[in-house]
């Protein structure tokens, strides 16, 4: 019997350690962290390959984790570094060095799987070597598994979505949650209500720019801005809601209401909501357009903007101001990147009516465009700002 | 009473004995300084690492600590108890009041105790030199990223050291079972080998991948996984991968490592000393 008790001893003492280790796997798998376990899932993105063009070797599949077993941060340090270093080699394919530089970085993340840099950069490779944006999703959606509360991961999925056509909405979403994480940057939420605008997703952009202000506080300089963005963007909405109610009420008689009263008779609407910027609505019951005044200001005075710039610029070519806003309009070209003057004009440009005040005042004596009094942009945030004084000391803006 | 304090005074002294021994070899000494040039010479790298100069440099010093302290368990550890054996000087050990089990618990302890020091002022030195690097704004590391020395560096570096709680018990094991030199191979062995226990469980699954499954196959996977469980798993230490992102562990996974360290090296020196005890010396 005694014999027996140091044995029994020693496997009492084996049988804590793999209780012990139990504990650790299951820790670790409730986190989706345990390194056999994640490095599973991590094999399915790998696309590490031998390159021999270039004396460079990239270990392939478990190989590569088997020869960095303890010390996997510097190898995949190494991996950093060299990558670092064929970023400025020349290359007589390009494609072939993007491709070269995807795998390292694939690798990399392959090796650790919670280097966020890795992960980014590797998406960045993907898209810029095959225009794989499932891929790139792929890779950055593993490094989020490991790493949610990264808003480094988020903005690099949300870039990677902006340039993918018709997933604007997963842009804004990425954004939206990137910007929750903590230290996120201010970019995320600004592009997010951006981006949320430039989709037609009003009421989105509407609550982006309520939390923008609730981030930024309505007292802030920055709360300043989110404040007027949001004055525009409620407009915006307002009169999308409005215009489908206008439909409904057309569709009901056959015709447009003769005031935007008419909805609120007909019981469409219980109240018609209040302009944002206390300027009223503008409402035409033949066409059943209907536009905020505040908004149709801001507009106009953008548009003011733009059709001075191309007027001087005819002037600066020609000598003399153009007979016409459109023919200084004919004179431009508008790139990708003129995204407002594209937005308001058309690409080729064709001049179209103040948004409030319809024709354009135009001297082709002096090349001035008249706006008349309180239609420039200034005015406008003046208003906007009188609103948000009005809602820091404690009454309604409106 | 009188029994336990004696026995404990015994292990003490072979330990202390042990150490002053340990604390005598020129190598630890080589292999310490090496350690230091290694991580003082980090930053070097770091320059040149494009924005990621601080994992670099972490990088570097927390696999500096843990691999010579590796080296300086195999090659103080390893002729341990078998230098005591060649040189007869194990009789005028055990010819006192002195059984082998406190012999070798005294000598586990002591190695064990010189390893943790060494390898604690590694880790003390990487401290200040982290800290002295993010002091001087060298490090390019921002507020966000956990500040001179984040917590889950701290408990990296303690892991580090506990994993050679088993590393020590398992060249103790060695030492006394085997000749200095394959001793020291075996070692080395169980740790690269420890480090890759985590394939065995990968390939538990991996057997069990495929789209008919038979019986023979799930029994092979049943045994990968008991296997997992046996062997010295060292990898449940290693955090450093994580560490140096500034990811912490749950409180649990940190206790559950430290009870698997004690528990698995108390196995194998109750084995060491089951072998040593039928041992004809």
New interface residues.
Partial sequence: MKKLL??A???A??A??????????S??GM?G?????Y??HADQVSRAEYVTSFGMYLPKG?FA??AS??????R??AY??KA?QYVSKSFEDPALKTRFLGDLYIAMIRI??????AAVTASNAVTGVTNDNEQAVEILDRAIRV?PDDWRLWYARMAVYLFWPGHKSDAVRSALIGASR??ASRALLDAANQLALEDGHYELAVRVARRRIKQYGLDSALGRIAWRDYLEHYSRYLEHLLAKDLEAYRQKHGNFPASLDGLVADGILKDLPPEPYGLGWIYDPASGAVLSRGLGTLEGARMHFILSFCVTRYYRRHGIPPASIQAALDDVKFTAKDIEPVRYFGNPPSLVPHPVLGDWKYDPATGRIELGPGMDIPHIFRRADELRERLLSGGKPL | MNRCRRFLNNVVAIAANGFREGVRDRILYVFFLFALAVIASAKLIGWVSVGEDIKVVRDIGLASMGLFGVMISIFVGASLVHREIERHTIYTVIARPVGRGEFILGRYLGLLGLVCSVTAAMGLFFTVYQAVLVWSGAAGLSDVEGGAVPFPLVRAQILIIFQFVVLVALAVFFSSTTTPVLSAVFTFLAYVLGHMAGWIYRFSDMVLDKRSVTVFDRAVSLFLKVLYYLVPNLETFDIKLRAVHNLDISNFEFACVLLYGVAYSAAVLLAAYLVLRRRQL
């Fill in positions: 140091l044995p001893a020693a496997l003492c084996l804590a350690a793999v209780a012990a280790q139990v504990g650790v796997v820790s670790r986190l962290i345990a390194n056999p376990i490095r599973k478990d984790f088997a077993a303890f010390l996997g941060g510097l995949a340090d950093w570094l670092a650790d799987p919670w280097w966020s840099s790493r903590p230290g």
